[in-house]
């Protein structure tokens, strides 16, 4: 496996950070009652959303470096409702991930399971949870608590662009 050079696994483990610090961004930001918005009847609520998402980064590091891993919570789609505890989870799952990634890198080793090289999985998860903020976004656009541009766009366009962000 080639190894990233060391500029580039900063840059890319620092666009880790960055989308875990926009999921936290807008978590932080829901307004009451945001946690059980859904986007149809059908649609998982928010707070299912970001549960997922710690789920499915959890189950990457057990299935791809195990030797990283921590416990899997039992359910993928719980309904969680307590933000607090959400927050402490997605920073939790971060590190473990970004631990993964960086360790696998650094010994040589490609993951288990999935993927060729471990950045792939960060980009994957990065793509995943892209993919649900614009779900949670579209959810409480449907249940009437849109997020003001003007109130999430620092936390989320401005955590990419913003060249002020260490590497």
Do not use: C
């Not at 580039?8 to 946690?35: H, K, M």
């Not at 399971?113 to 998860?125: E, K, R, S, T, V």
């Not at 449907?142 to 989320?156: C, H, S, V, W």
């Amino acid at each position: 496996m080639p190894e990233a050079p060391p500029d580039l696994l900063e840059a890319l483990l620092d666009s880790w950070d960055r989308n875990n610090t926009i999921q936290l961004n807008l978590l932080r930001l829901l307004p009451e009652g945001g946690l059980a918005a859904k986007a149809t009847p059908a649609s998982p609520t928010v707070g299912q959303l970001f549960a997922h998402m710690v789920y499915l980064r959890l189950v990457h590091v057990l299935e791809d470096a195990p030797e990283h891993a921590t416990a899997v919570p039992d359910e993928e789609w719980p309904d969680e409702r307590d933000r607090e505890r959400l927050d402490r989870l997605l920073d939790e799952s971060a590190t473990e991930v970004r631990t993964a990634a960086r360790a696998r890198i650094a010994a040589g080793r490609a993951m288990d399971l999935h993927y060729d090289h471990p950045l792939l999985m960060i980009q994957h998860l990065i793509w995943h949870e892209a993919y649900h903020h614009g779900q949670i976004k579209l959810a409480l656009i449907a249940e009437g608590m849109p997020l003001d541009d003007q109130t999430i766009g620092p936390g989320t366009w401005g955590v990419w662009m913003d060249k002020a962000t260490k590497l």
